[in-house]
Nanobody
Framework: VQLQASGGGLVQTGGSLRLTCAAS????????MGWFRQAPGKEREFVAA????????RYADSVKGRVTISRGNAKNTVFLQMNSLKPEDTAVYYC??????????????????WGQGTQVTVSS
């Protein structure tokens, strides 16, 4: 199983980025998917999640209204559109695949698979 995250980069405050996670080696449509992030010196935290069929989405309060998660089951991909970025959004962003309810609950425990992370840096 591989989760390949991409799309990170350096952006100014107020800018936008679209992260992509491409999954392979698993039955993608059977997994809830999510994004977490980890800033230097901080614990990994939940950002957003989407159910296996795409009917349910969850967002951390810190990103609600600025971030949209979506998925394309035909291409085994999940996206994270981030707008109005702030310096506090700077972190390594990880995608996660979960057959149970951890990711939809915003929990990093019991996640089945993690991607390798993509760096997002927002300059002030």
């Amino acid at each position: 199983v591989q989760l390949q995250a991409s799309g990170g980069g350096l952006v100014q405050t107020g800018g936008s980025l679209r992260l992509t996670c491409a999954a392979s080696g698993l039955t993608f449509s059977g997994y809830n998917m999510g994004w977490f992030r980890q800033a230097p010196g901080k614990e990994r935290e939940f950002v957003a999640a989407i159910s296996w069929i795409g009917s349910t989405t969850r967002y951390a309060d810190s990103v609600k209204g600025r971030v949209t998660i979506s998925r394309g089951n035909a291409k085994n991909t999940v996206f994270l559109q981030m707008n109005s970025l702030k310096p506090e959004d700077t972190a390594v962003y990880y995608c996660a695949a979960d057959r149970r309810s951890s990711v939809l609950a915003g929990m990093s425990e019991d996640i089945d698979y993690w991607g390798q992370g993509t760096q997002v840096t927002v300059s002030s």
